[in-house]
């Protein structure tokens, strides 16, 4: 059971890295539509801290 345990884990990661992943590239083709006055960076910072607070 335990290997079992382990496949599933694994699987979870995964998911949550690929949403992750996908969320961001989704994000990164959205910028030139950014707020006025908003840099790359400051919107960067912000997708790095939420995507940072997902549950893993």
Known sequence: MTQ????????NILGVSTYS???MADTLVGLPQVEAGKSFSSVLELVL???AALPR
């Open 21 to 23: 992943g996908v969320a």
């Open 4 to 11: 079992l345990q382990t496949l599933q884990q694994s699987v």
């Open 49 to 51: 801290t939420t995507m």
